[in-house]
């Protein structure tokens, strides 16, 4: 059985995250529990731990506008909220199948937890919902993944905000040859 085929509940509502204090309510173990946030890239899960996720926004590719002088994997970036949004393709990161490009993206927003990183979007295939740290398997918090590993036929991943290499970020330049 698949993590998205398990028949667990996807999502935690807002007001479950947590009580106020002197509410009078007793914060139960499920409530205090760390969330992640599982996004679905072609064979691959990835697993965000939820406070670095800012929002999941679904945007129609036409809102695109193409960077070309950039890595490949920056797909371009989009106006959101008043943000301009970097969008990143860790398909091409992890070595994922890409796809024909859809009318409309899957996009998780990065949060100030991600540091350097906060603001990006990450491209994914879909959102798949949330779990708690133990309906995940317990290798995913290996310290020792890598991104190769992503490839050796690790189906769910932690993903770390620094498998975006600063690189990502240089324009590239056109040489004659």
Not at 60 to 78: D, H, K, R, T
Not at 136 to 164: M, Q, Y
């Amino acid at each position: 059985m698949t993590i998205a085929e398990s028949s667990l509940p996807l999502a935690i509502h807002p007001t479950q995250r947590s009580a106020g204090v002197g509410s009078g309510c007793e914060l139960t173990q499920a409530q205090t529990e760390q969330r992640f946030i599982l996004a679905q890239l072609d064979q691959l899960t990835l697993v965000f731990p939820s406070a670095m996720v800012a929002e999941i926004l679904v945007i129609e590719s036409s809102q695109i506008l193409a960077l070309p002088f950039y890595a490949q994997a920056v797909l371009g970036c989009i106006h959101n909220a008043g943000l301009i949004v970097p969008l990143i393709s860790i398909h091409q990161i992890v070595g994922a199948k890409v796809g024909p490009t859809k009318e409309s993206l899957t996009v998780v927003r990065l949060s100030n937890v991600a540091e350097a990183m906060a603001g990006i979007g990450i491209v994914a295939d879909r959102v798949l919902g949330s779990r708690s740290q133990e309906q995940l398997p317990p290798d995913v918090f290996s310290t020792e993944l890598s991104i190769d590993s992503a490839n050796a036929g690790i189906k769910v991943w932690l993903f770390r905000p620094e498998i975006l290499s600063s690189h990502l970020w240089q324009p590239q330049r056109w040489y004659k040859k």
